[in-house]
């Protein structure tokens, strides 16, 4: 069974940074990806990146790289995501996702089976 939470949320000034982390178990097996969403209120689940476990193979928005990153901790069976610059813009929660996405359908909410709960990210003028 495969668990993810999500941790590092908070309030922030624009221009500053934030390290997400998702701590996953039960995927060591299975060629899982995490995937990091975000949902701001009134608007759909936006994809931001995807990282393969087994390989650590990074898919990244367009939107969002540059600014935002995706690394993996197998010490700690971690993925984290250091976002930079954030800006209002970025306020969401945030989410991590596990599952077997294809390349093609990496972005997808529905390629992925298993979701944390979410963090909160506000970021202020």
């Known amino acids: 069974q495969v668990q993810l939470a999500e941790s590092g949320g908070g309030l922030v000034q624009a221009g500053g940074s934030l390290r997400l982390s998702c701590a996953a178990s039960?995927?060591?097996?299975?060629?899982?990806?995490l995937g990091w969403f975000r949902q701001a209120a009134g608007k759909e689940r936006e994809w931001l990146g995807t990282?393969?476990?087994?390989?650590?193979?990074?898919f990244s928005a367009n939107s969002v790289k540059g600014r935002f990153s995706i690394s993996r901790d197998r010490a700690k069976s971690a993925v984290d995501l250091q976002m930079n610059g954030l800006q209002p813009e970025d306020t969401a929660v945030y989410y991590c996702?596990?599952?077997?996405?294809?390349?093609?359908?990496?972005?997808?909410?529905?390629?992925?089976?298993?979701w944390g709960q979410g963090t909160q990210v506000t970021v202020s003028s």
């Open positions: 996702a596990a599952g077997r996405p294809i390349a093609s359908s990496v972005a997808t909410v529905g390629a992925y089976y298993y």
């Open positions: 039960g995927i060591a097996s299975g060629s899982y990806a």
């Open positions: 990282i393969r476990w087994n390989n650590g193979q990074i």
